[in-house]
Structures are given as structure tokens and as C-alpha cells.
């Protein structure tokens, strides 16, 4: 796993999805700061920056950052919702400039629940017009996928329509959802059990394995993904002793992650992949502690895969 570093250059946004972490600010971001921002991170030795926001399309000098990271020698990527670079044209500007990479966000392939999630009826068409760009750019393409009680039943859904669709998507993020943030927290419907999509991100990481796919899962604790154990963003985090930087564009400025751990109940204390499980994301207020439970698989075999 590469050690990336984030910086939002942007708090605006053109969709209103119902379980968003960073809505929409007055916060600005400048292009001096954003440089700024880059070069520190090429100093403490990180792999590469991703962009992200609000919508980071909306940053009227984007393809001055992108250019920057690209000729210090630090590879750009973004995270992007795929509406603006439906646009061809806008999309080869940043490809020209250097970018190296692109995060989708796409969260189901069921046109409804994406419009119902992001508040905008047109953005699966818009997110498949991205991804047919990108095709034919070359531009490598991972989609980020935030798990919520909308898509949980249909993860491995999702997962067949991309492949059909787009066969060069090589890398799939599923993040569970972090219901302590904003819209989340007023939103509580969107917030899944961890028992609620289980069985299919079960079938969706099995496919994509079996496609030859790379993928990481995060916020999931390791008894709810034991067969992928070695795909946890943050069992890969500890047992590497990786960190992230993330620039935000609100009073949370600089913030440096060192910790991976969350809340564990009793039973992990006998899971043999305790060592190395994060536990619980925000467990015990949003989700209950007992739905915990050890497991018992090789505990070195996944050391050795996470290393390797």
C-alpha cells in the first residue's frame, strides 16, 4: 500500500450526497498553500498526494496542482464524483497537467439509489461518461464505494456492472461509513450494520479476487472480513506502521494519523487476529460492541500476505 498524503483544494461541491463527511464551506483554499502543502509532503517521504474536497473539479486552479505535484516528482491522483469530468475536455486538461490517477465515487449501479445518495438523478450517467473517458485516456481509475444501508445488499451488484462495463478498473475501495460526520449523523438511515452487508461485500471482494482485481476495506472489523483480512486499510496500516496526512480546509487543519485502533469488546482478546484489528470503528455508540466476535484463521499467513 502506497503511504499517500491528502489535501482538499476545495469545500464546494455540485452534489449533496445524504452521508457526506466535508459538505460544502465558506473555507478557501489558495494555490500558494496547496504548493505549500504538496512540497511538505514529498519532505516526510510520501508516496504520492491525492486531491480530494468537497469536489475537487470546482477548484478553478486544479491544473495548477496537479502540475506542481507531477514536477516535484510527486504523483497526483483525486477523488472525484465523476459529474464535471463527464466533460472530455476538462478531463484531458488534468490528465495533460500530470494526473496520475483518479478516485471515482460510485456507490451503486442501480441509477435510483445512486440519484437518492447523491441527490442527483444524472450522476450514474455522468459517472459512466467518466469512466469511458478514462478508458480511453489510459488513465488508471480506482472506484471508492462508501458502504451505507442503501447499497449493502448489493456491494457484489455493483461490483459485476464494473467489470462488465469497464474491464481496465483495477483497484475497488469500499469504505464503511463514518456516522459521526455531518450529514451521517443527521441522516442515521444511511448508517449499516456491520451483519447488513456482510454477506455481500463477501461476494463482491470473492469477484473481484477472482477478476484479479486489487481492493482494501475500511472501517470494517477483521470477523466481518476474515477470508480478506490482509485487504483492512488499517490492519495494513498497523502491522507497516504507515501513518496519513490529511489537509483539510476547516479548523481541523493539519491532521497526522498514527492510530488504526478502535473500540474491541472482550472476545477480541482470544481472536487471533486481534494484533492487528482495528476493531469497531465508533463502536458502542452508533454500533453495538456484542455484534463483535473472534475468529480463528492463520494469523501468520495473513502477516505474510499484508507484507508481501
Known amino acids: 500500500m502506497a503511504n499517500l498524503g491528502y489535501i482538499q483544494v476545495s469545500r464546494s461541491c455540485n452534489q449533496s450526497c445524504r452521508f457526506c463527511s466535508n459538505p460544502p464551506s465558506d473555507a478557501v483554499q489558495t494555490l500558494e498553500a496547496a504548493q505549500e502543502q504538496v512540497d511538505l509532503l514529498l519532505e516526510r517521504g510520501y508516496d504520492g498526494v491525492i486531491l480530494t474536497g468537497g469536489e475537487p473539479t470546482l477548484?478553478?486552479?486544479?491544473?495548477?496542482?496537479?502540475?506542481?505535484a507531477a514536477e516535484r516528482g510527486l504523483p497526483p491522483r483525486m477523488i472525484t464524483n465523476g459529474q464535471l469530468t463527464a466533460d472530455r475536455e476538462r478531463l484531458r486538461a488534468y490528465?495533460?497537467?500530470?494526473?496520475?490517477?483518479?478516485?471515482?465515487?460510485?456507490?451503486?449501479?442501480?441509477?435510483?439509489?445512486?440519484?437518492?445518495?447523491?441527490?442527483?438523478?444524472?450522476?450514474?450517467?455522468?459517472?459512466?461518461?467518466?469512466?469511458?473517458?478514462?478508458?480511453?485516456?489510459?488513465?488508471?481509475?480506482d472506484v471508492n464505494t462508501v458502504i451505507n444501508r442503501y447499497n449493502a445488499d448489493h456491494l457484489d451488484?455493483?461490483?459485476e456492472f464494473l467489470l462488465a462495463e469497464h474491464g481496465n478498473l483495477m483497484h475497488f475501495v469500499f469504505n464503511n461509513i463514518d456516522p459521526r460526520q455531518n450529514r451521517a449523523s443527521e441522516h442515521r438511515d444511511v448508517i449499516a450494520q456491520p451483519w447488513q452487508f456482510e454477506v455481500s461485500l463477501y461476494r463482491a471482494l470473492t469477484r473481484l479476487e477472482g477478476a484479479g482485481r486489487t481492493f482494501r476495506v475500511e472501517r470494517v472489523p477483521l470477523c466481518y472480513m476474515a477470508d480478506f483480512a490482509h485487504c483492512?486499510?488499517?490492519?495494513?496500516?498497523?502491522?507497516?506502521?504507515?501513518?496519513?496526512?490529511?489537509?483539510?480546509?476547516?479548523?481541523?487543519?493539519?491532521?497526522?494519523?498514527?492510530?488504526?485502533?478502535?473500540?474491541?469488546?472482550?472476545?477480541?482478546?482470544?481472536?487471533?487476529?486481534?494484533?492487528f484489528c482495528p476493531g469497531l470503528f465508533e463502536g458502542g455508540e452508533y454500533y453495538e460492541l456484542g455484534q463483535l466476535h473472534a475468529v480463528f484463521v492463520d494469523a501468520d499467513e495473513v502477516r505474510r500476505r499484508i507484507v508481501g
Not at 59 to 68: A, K, M, N, Q, S
Not at 98 to 120: E, T
Not at 233 to 250: H, M, S, W
Open 232 to 275: 483492512s486499510t488499517e490492519a495494513r496500516k498497523i502491522a507497516k506502521g504507515e501513518e496519513r496526512t490529511v489537509f483539510f480546509l476547516d479548523q481541523k487543519g493539519e491532521v497526522r494519523q498514527t492510530e488504526w485502533r478502535y473500540a474491541k469488546s472482550e472476545v477480541c482478546k482470544d481472536c487471533v487476529l486481534d494484533e
Open 157 to 159: 451488484e455493483t461490483v
Open 95 to 141: 490528465v495533460e497537467a500530470g494526473l496520475d490517477q483518479m478516485h471515482v465515487s460510485l456507490h451503486s449501479c442501480r441509477a435510483d439509489v445512486q440519484g437518492f445518495l447523491s441527490d442527483n438523478p444524472d450522476s450514474l450517467a455522468n459517472l459512466r461518461a467518466t469512466l469511458r473517458h478514462a478508458d480511453a485516456m489510459d488513465l488508471p481509475v
Open 59 to 68: 477548484c478553478e486552479f486544479l491544473v495548477e496542482i496537479i502540475r506542481h
